[in-house]
């Protein structure tokens, strides 16, 4: 579905707006815009066949965390801002999550950040949240709106720390906390603060006039900058999960965080105090060894002196062998493991499948529908295209 027509609110209806929100004093009601338009280049040959935002975490696509943690904090409707064809998105998710009714806005080509919000909000009055599909968050998003509301700021954004700031946007940030500059991808020499943007936003809706039409625009290099020097964006830094999902390691390092219950998620409720979630679909037999925490979807069969866990997901109608191993580690669905292969702090695609007494571990990824034959060690990150081939006793690293 298109998001509404592109004519938007006039400044006076939207000055009301804005008033009456404030009198009210909620932040729970505001819509949000989430962007994925991106890539995933960096998790390839994971995202040669899925979008990144809708590869599987644990049990459920990725984006699902994100309308989980915006359905928390009382979000009702969210427009999903598209650069390219949303297709697995909308098959998968269709027109809601719960309460959380979903749109699609898709660009004709892809607009930038800051033109993807200006295309996905353009039917939109008010205040409203912006923020990245690929990251995984749960900061108090009432307690953003309320910081929002008081400053009077044109916009607002959620920062977290992070040990290296290079490959975000850094905010620096004035004791009253409006952003004295923001400075996406830092050099070395200009990293002073550990703060960044963690791609989570309050937008006024005249933000948008600041975004030019008819070619890519990114809020981060050229609309945030813009604001600074006007002083009319604030940054808070709140407490909780943040965590961006862009590498072999950080997607390995979020299914860990999901099953030890580290980052909040309803999935991590079920899972429960025992930190186990077979479900009742699946075949394991009594002689297999489950290691808490572990995740066994539906249809999935493990034979006999398997051991699964500790940190395993495996998703729906995998089947892992006899005497196979599965730890810290991710085998996607229909994917088949044989006998005596273990996969160790790995990532196994779906669709595919791993010969008998292979190994593989240290950050090695198996691409979907990729057929590993028997006797071969993957291994120092090794990264395996999708649908590739490999004979036996092909590869061995010593
Ligand atoms: N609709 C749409 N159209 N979305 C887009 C487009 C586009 O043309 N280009 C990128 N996006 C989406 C991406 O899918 C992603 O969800 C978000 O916008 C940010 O783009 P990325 O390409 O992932 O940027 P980044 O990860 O390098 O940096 C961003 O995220 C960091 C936090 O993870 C920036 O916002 C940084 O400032 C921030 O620190
Ligand atoms: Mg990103």
């Known amino acids: 579905m298109q998001p509404g027509s592109p004519t938007r609110a006039s400044a006076a209806e939207r000055d009301e707006h804005r008033t009456r929100s404030r009198r009210r004093g909620r932040g729970l009601s505001l819509p949000a815009v989430i962007l994925v338009g991106g890539q995933g280049t960096r998790l390839r040959p994971l995202t040669e066949r899925t979008r990144k935002d809708m590869l599987s975490l644990v049990d459920r696509p990725l984006l699902a965390y994100t309308f989980e943690h915006l359905r928390r904090h009382g979000v009702t409707k969210a427009i ?15 027109s809601a999550y719960g309460e959380l009714a979903l749109s699609y806005a898709v660009e004709d080509a892809p607009l930038g950040t800051a033109g993807g919000i200006r295309y996905a909000a353009a ?10 599909g ?32 290079s490959r975000y946007g850094l905010v620096r940030l004035a004791g009253d906390g409006r952003v004295r500059q ?15 943007n963690a791609g989570l936003y309050v937008l006024e809706p005249d933000v948008l006039d600041l975004v030019p039409e008819g070619r890519a ?5 050229e609309v945030f900058p813009r604001l600074c020097e006007r002083g009319e964006v604030f940054g808070l830094a709140l407490p909780g999960y943040w965590l961006d999902v862009g590498t072999p390691s950080t997607y390995l390092q979020a299914h860990r965080d999901v099953l030890e219950r580290s980052f909040r998620t309803e999935l991590g409720d079920q899972l429960g105090s025992d930190y186990m979630l077979v479900d009742p679909s699946a075949r394991v037999d009594p002689g297999a060894r489950l290691v808490p925490p572990v995740v066994v979807g539906p249809n999935v069969v493990i034979d006999a002196g398997a051991r699964v866990g500790s940190l395993a997901a495996i998703g729906a109608g995998a089947r892992l062998g006899p005497d196979s191993v599965v730890e810290n580690a991710v085998v996607g669905a229909r994917t088949i493991v044989e006998e005596r292969t273990s996969v160790i702090g790995s990532i196994v695609g779906q669709d595919a499948s791993v010969g008998a007494d292979c190994t593989v571990r240290g950050l090695a990824v198996v691409g979907p529908e990729s057929v590993i034959g028997p ?7 090794l990264r395996v295209g999708a649908g590739i081939e490999i004979p036996a006793e092909a590869v061995r690293f010593s």
């Open 134 to 165: 690929d990251s995984l968050r749960e900061a108090d998003l009432d307690e953003l709106v309320r910081f929002h509301r008081e400053t009077g700021a044109r916009a607002t954004i959620l920062l977290t720390p992070v040990a290296d700031p």
């Open 80 to 94: 999903v801002s598209c650069g390219y064809l949303p297709t697995q998105i909308e098959t998968h998710f269709g």
């Open 217 to 221: 625009v990114s809020i981060e290099r």
């Open 375 to 381: 006797a071969n060690q993957l291994d120092h990150g």
């Open 182 to 196: 923001f400075l996406e991808k830092p050099r070395p020499e200009d990293i002073d603060t550990n703060l960044i």
């Open 123 to 132: 039917g939109l009055d008010g205040p409203f949240f912006a923020l990245n």
